[in-house]
Each structure stands twice: as C-alpha cells, then as structure tokens.
Nanobody, 126 residues
Framework: QVQLVESGGGLVQAGGSLRLSCTAS????????MGWFRQAPGKEREFVAA????????YYHDSVKGRFTISRDNAKTTVYLQMNSLKLEDTAVYYC???????????????????WGQGTQVTVSS
C-alpha cells in the first residue's frame, strides 16, 4: 500500500544535530499516521515520535522531548525528524513507519504500523 525510504543518517558528535527524512510513495492517503522508531544493537526497537498527515498532530517519547522535532511536508509526502542535542544513547538504526488509523497517537502500538522503511544508521560519538 505504501513504500517508505529513509535518508539523512550519519556520524555526528554528541551535542550535534541531524535531520532524517522519510519519503512515502504508493497509496499514502490510506496511512494517516507516520512514526519514527529506533533500534540500538542488542536492544528492542522503541518508539521515538509520530505525526499525522492531516492536522500535523505530534507525539514524542519522553526521552526525546525538547530535543527532537517531527514534521511533515504533505506536498512532498515526506516526514522529517530533526534531532538536536544528540546524545550517545541516541545511536541506533532509525526507521520510519506508516499506520492506517485515526486513533490517538498516544494509544498506538508497534503492530499498528503496517509499512516500514529499511532504516538509516545514526551514530553519535563523544
């Protein structure tokens, strides 16, 4: 239904910034909620942030509030994750995902996201 491609990952020093992009193609109108997840080596995948195409409502995990900003460009069918004040613990593979649901973003679970990108590596060094 929808294909997702992430980009923008790389190596950055602690305290620095990166902006990730996720471009959607296909039947994007059927997936109103977009999210970013991350997975560090040896750890489970965790939720980072989510946004709705319609209205732009956002929701963040507590660990990234005030540092990360999720946004979207509907015309470009692209979702962004601006990451500032990066910490060593932010190192992970970052994935974007799409969910076809209108439930509150706070209530969504990982299994609600049916489409996933390939991921992009973010490495934060000291």
């Amino acid at each position: 239904q929808v294909q997702l491609v992430e980009s923008g990952g790389g190596l950055v020093q602690a305290g620095g910034s990166l902006r990730l992009s996720c471009t959607a193609s296909g039947r994007t109108f059927s997936s109103d909620a977009m999210g970013w997840f991350r997975q560090a080596p040896g750890k489970e995948r965790e939720f980072v942030a989510a946004i709705r195409w319609s209205g732009g409502i956002t929701y963040y995990h507590d660990s990234v509030k005030g540092r990360f900003t999720i946004s979207r460009d509907n015309a470009k069918t692209t979702v962004y994750l601006q990451m500032n004040s990066l910490k060593l613990e932010d190192t992970a593979v970052y994935y974007c995902a799409a969910a076809n649901t209108f439930r509150a973003l706070q209530s969504l679970k990982e299994y609600d996201f049916g489409s996933w990108g390939q991921g992009t590596q973010v490495t934060v060094s000291s």
